[in-house]
């Protein structure tokens, strides 16, 4: 849609109103809509494809095209047998971890018992130097009682020592069983996949039995209650556009009618291939029925008038050149879109201009 009925109503006037028999026209005061014309398609509010996040062979689907699921619903669920092995055992790894506190346990009995070892062997060390002072008992006597101390201290070390390598390892590997746990519950989870979003189920994109994977799609869904215009604007134009600017929606599935909008987003990067800009619009009114993929021609209003001075963009030449009955007029433009030119300066409503002949 490129504002074919105001365009057509000024051809009107312009040529078939004010054409004569020398074949030329007289500018006139209409008003003018500058557009950007651009294709676009239909897409739900928040659409996106949904790929599963384990491979897997599909079991089942618990929702159907057309249905409406809120986010955390699961769509299907996949074979996950081989995870739910790996879950039980991790499982078990975890319970196994924690029966190792009572390998801490039996050393910290034993710990105890030598701290109260070395308690007594020191005690009757202090015991034999005393008699020793007193020229009591022998020589053999005190380093029996010496090297007894000694070797009950070093016992305590010794436990210390393995207590706390123990209490590090068992930390360790039941942090690693409760990891490996929760990795395995993890995995096991994304075997069952959920919608991202509440909205529309739009398309399955597989079968029961079939096996799908991290890249192979599995559904398609959005928000059917809010849709978007995706248009592809070329780069000559993408200056011209910002967000608020008012939209004009042509749809091919409703012939002869159109619906306004305005451009709510623009994506701030070029499209390689297509020389394009992405630029997104929402609906201020918009049929009762859409559905996505629906194809639309749209036209951004860049800048509009109530009235200026127009002729037929057929009429000037690129270094803005208009050819009177007086002669060749330069001339000064402003607005344009696909079928007139806005003259600023140059030419009156008295005018007369040369129609081109037609090629």
Not at 143 to 160: D, G, I, R, W
Not at 335 to 343: C, D, G, H, K
Request: with cysteine; proline share 3%.
């Amino acid at each position: 849609m490129k504002f074919n009925h105001l365009s057509l109503a000024v051809i009107a006037l312009l040529i078939g109103g004010c054409k004569d028999k020398n074949n030329t026209i007289h500018p006139q005061y209409q008003p003018i809509v500058e557009s950007v014309y651009a294709s676009a398609t239909i897409k739900a509010a928040q659409q996106y494809t949904l790929y599963p996040g384990m491979s897997g062979r599909i079991l089942n689907f618990t929702a159907t095209e057309g249905d409406r699921l809120s986010a955390g619903h699961v769509i299907a669920h996949l074979d996950n047998t081989g995870a739910a092995l790996s879950a039980s055992t991790a499982g078990e790894a975890v319970a196994l971890s924690k029966l190792s506190n009572k390998q801490l346990q039996e050393i910290s009995a034993q710990l105890s018992t030598a701290v109260e070892q070395a308690k007594l062997d020191s005690l009757n060390y202090k015991r034999q130097q005393n008699l020793w002072a007193q020229n009591i008992g022998s020589l053999s006597q005190l380093e029996a009682k010496k090297l007894a101390a000694a070797a009950s201290k070093n016992a305590v070390k010794a436990l210390q020592a393995k207590l706390s390598v123990a209490q590090s390892q068992i930390a360790f590997n039941q942090k690693q069983a409760q990891n490996n746990q929760g990795t395995a519950a993890k995995s096991l989870s994304e075997f069952d996949v959920k919608a991202d979003i509440s909205g529309e189920v739009f398309q399955l994109l597989a079968e029961p039995g079939e096996w799908v994977s991290p890249q192979k799609p599995l559904a398609i869904l959005g928000n059917s209650s809010d849709f978007l215009i995706h248009m592809e604007v070329d780069e000559v134009d993408i200056a011209k556009v910002k967000v608020g600017q008012s939209v004009v929606i042509g749809l091919d599935a409703y012939k002869g009618r159109s619906f306004k909008g305005h451009v709510s987003r623009i994506i701030p990067i070029m499209n390689a291939k297509s020389q394009s800009f992405e630029v997104e619009a929402v609906f201020d009114e918009k049929p009762d029925q859409l559905y996505p993929g629906l194809s639309a021609e749209v036209n951004i209003v860049i800048a509009e008038r109530a009235k200026s001075l127009l002729i037929p963009i057929t009429c000037i030449d690129k270094n803005n050149v208009v050819k009177t009955k007086s002669g060749d007029v330069t001339v000064k433009t402003g607005l344009r879109n696909l079928e007139f030119v806005e003259i600023l300066e140059g030419l009156t409503e008295q005018s007369e201009i040369l129609v081109p002949k037609s090629k």
